[in-house]
């Protein structure tokens, strides 16, 4: 087998290729490293998030397709981005809000309603509002936490 043969035999197609990603909670840490696979692998991808400065640096550095700086936990800003989608999505990815960081037993009873409250309602609204912007075999992750401490 030539070399050339092999190259033909092993290439594949990216496997987002043709498809959009968009990450809610794209500027940085889990959202920008997953823009950064998603584009590797072909997709389009939408920035979302608050920080306007910190969410171009974070289209710039992928290429992403557009990107809409704004609080993902205000219902309406989230209706009003997802309402302005003029293509289907095939995939969503929430990593936001930003965690807290206090620790476990430093937190009172309402710091962890909020905090609980605040992952929660963000999950369902964006199910909400992406649902009529998904085609079929969509995917919708969900990621939240901050890394072990002691």
């Given amino acids: 087998m030539t070399s050339e043969a092999t190259t033909a035999s ?3 197609e ?8 968009v990450l809610i909670g794209g500027s940085a840490g889990i959202g920008l490293e997953t823009a950064r696979r998603a584009r590797a ?3 389009e991808v939408i920035l979302t998030a608050r920080d306007p400065e910190r969410l171009k640096r974070a289209a710039d550095d992928v290429g992403a397709r557009s990107t809409a700086a704004f609080d ?7 209706k009003q981005f997802f309402g302005a989608l003029p293509d289907p999505i095939d995939h969503v990815l929430v990593t ?5 960081y206090v620790p476990l037993l430093e937190m009172t009873a309402d710091q962890v309603r909020h905090e609980v409250g605040d992952h929660l309602v963000l999950a369902l609204e964006v199910a909400r509002t992406a649902a009529g912007k998904m085609r079929p075999g969509g995917t919708l992750l969900l990621m939240g936490g901050t890394g072990g401490r002691r």
């Fill in 14 to 21: 990216p496997e987002l290729a043709g498809q959009t990603v």
């Fill in 72 to 78: 993902a936990t205000d219902e309406a800003a989230l």
């Fill in 10 to 12: 092993t290439a594949r």
């Fill in 41 to 43: 692998e072909g997709a």
């Fill in 96 to 100: 936001g809000p930003g965690p807290g």
